[in-house]
């Protein structure tokens, strides 16, 4: 499709255990970020990929969030030993070039963890 | 508190009547966008305002920047029932350019038909 697409749309996992999102951007954007929101709550930025420089992780919560960028392209944010304060919805977007862009959103990973 | 924060949390009119949110922020920014989220998913783009603009127009749209005030409002004028949602405002800091946008906490608005 054309626009950010992420995978699962919902998961749920128990304590303890490690989870993966998914993000696969627009086709040609060269920035990719994930944000981090809680119920009812605005958006926490957490990590920004821009090209081949090195990321932006100046968001991540915890030494148990990581993510990385294979090929410029698809994004993978791994959270280990999850616990229940990692519920949220985990967004990704994309832009073209930079943060002073527009960014293009994904629908959203809804985490929850029992 | 965070950089970027709308006001009203909370905003309920009725179909046909105007609605304006308001943000404000705290360092110097080179850009203000705001977005619209639906039943909290994905967020769609609705307009990006320079910090060399003071106003800025995209159909129903109108937003107004005031670096001075560090400010800046959403105008949705001849509201519908469909244009229940949250709004955010996010900023590009000066500081932070090209890593990031901050965005505020929201402003839920309820149009009722």
């Known amino acids: 499709g054309a626009g950010v697409s992420q995978s699962p749309s919902n998961k749920v996992t128990e304590k303890g255990k490690d989870v993966e999102l998914r993000c696969d951007p627009i086709s040609g954007h060269t920035a990719l970020y994930w944000y981090r929101q809680s119920l009812g709550q605005g958006l926490e930025f957490l990590i920004y990929?821009?090209?081949?420089?090195?990321p932006d992780k100046s968001g991540l919560p915890s030494d148990r969030f990581s993510a990385e960028r294979t090929g410029g392209s698809v994004s993978t944010l791994t959270i280990q030993r999850t616990q229940q304060e990692d519920s949220a919805v985990y967004l990704c977007?994309?832009?073209?070039w930079g943060a002073g862009e527009t960014q293009y959103f994904g629908p959203g990973t809804r985490l929850l963890v029992l | 508190s965070q950089q970027g924060e709308e006001d009203p949390q909370a905003l309920s009119i009725q179909e046909g009547e105007n609605a304006t949110m308001n943000c404000s922020y705290k360092?110097?920014?080179?850009?203000l966008q705001w977005y619209r989220q639906n039943s909290g998913r994905g967020l769609v783009h609705l307009i990006l305002?320079?910090?060399?603009?003071r106003e800025k127009h995209s159909g129903r749209l109108r937003v107004t920047l005031d670096t001075s005030k560090k400010s800046s409002s959403l105008l949705i004028t001849a509201s519908r029932a469909a244009d229940t949602a949250s709004y955010f405002c996010a900023t590009d800091a000066r500081e932070t350019s090209g890593s990031r946008l901050t965005f505020g906490e929201g402003t839920q608005l309820t149009v009722n038909p």
């Open positions: 305002i320079r910090s060399n603009e």
């Open positions: 360092t110097s920014i080179n850009n």
């Open positions: 990929f821009q090209g081949n420089s090195a």
């Open positions: 977007a994309s832009s073209l």
